[in-house]
């Protein structure tokens, strides 16, 4: 089956540093990736849709040049938290989507990144 | 706006009772709804989706476009069945879920 993995599981930083997350379609291509936050027991938030090659779309209320995403070729995506504060801790996970044949709105989810910024 | 909803954030169930996670949707036209399951210390997997019409691991959804509901049904809950439990519908691509029930199969 389609795996996705993402890279660091967790880090732990410092505010006002960067930390950049790594997403990746390990054996299948992905046009379309997305990047979701989710609380403690709570939902998860989609923060933005990357599409390979273009501009990230983000949600409203979401900050772009807080959260950067790149999208360079079909098995990577990353998110950037730029100047990291407490605030800002939490599990951020992407999922792909987007593989030949399949249904438009399969998606297949990464593990997570818990983000932790002291 | 379109939303899901998940009326229940904590379900408890005995092992071998029936189960039933609600979802109601708001949308006008034909929504394309997912379950999604999210056991312990694992990724979020697809369990079902609507147009499958499917049955995974014994459980089953119905969309009611009456009531504007797509409720998750199991006959009989098992242990294993303990999770998060996320409703969600595709608007243009992206899911939108439900805030989530949580699952709890005792003994």
């Known amino acids: 089956g389609a795996v996705v993995s993402q890279h660091p599981s967790r880090v732990i930083c410092k505010s006002g540093t960067s930390v950049k997350i790594e997403c990746r379609s390990l054996?299948?291509?992905?046009?379309?990736m997305f990047w979701y936050r989710q609380f403690p027991k709570q939902s998860l938030m989609l923060m933005a849709t990357?599409?390979?090659?273009?501009?990230?779309?983000?949600e409203q209320g979401v900050e772009k040049d807080k959260f950067l995403i790149n999208h360079a070729s079909l098995t990577l995506s990353t998110l950037t938290v730029t100047s990291a504060h407490p605030e800002d801790s939490s599990f951020y996970i992407c999922?792909?989507?987007?593989?030949?044949?399949?249904?438009?709105?399969?998606?297949?989810f990464g593990p997570g990144t818990r983000l932790t910024v002291l | 706006a379109q939303r899901v909803t998940q009326p229940e954030k904590l379900l408890s169930v005995f092992k071998g009772a029936p189960v039933e996670l609600k979802c109601n949707y708001s949308y006008s036209g034909s929504p394309e709804l997912f379950w999604y399951v999210q056991y312990s210390r694992q990724r979020l997997q697809l369990l079902l989706r609507?147009?499958s019409r499917e049955s995974i691991k014994g459980f089953t959804a119905d969309l009611n476009k009456g009531e504007t509901s797509f409720h998750l049904k199991k006959p009989f809950a098992q242990e294993e069945d303990s999770a998060m439990y996320y409703c969600?519908?595709?608007?243009?691509?992206?899911?939108?879920f439900g805030q989530g029930t949580e699952l709890s199969v005792k003994p």
């Open positions: 054996d299948f291509q992905a046009t379309t």
């Open positions: 999922s792909a989507g987007g593989l030949a044949g399949g249904l438009a709105d399969t998606q297949y």
């Open positions: 969600a519908h595709s608007r243009g691509g992206k899911l939108i």
């Open positions: 609507h147009i």
């Open positions: 990357s599409n390979e090659g273009s501009k990230a779309t983000y």
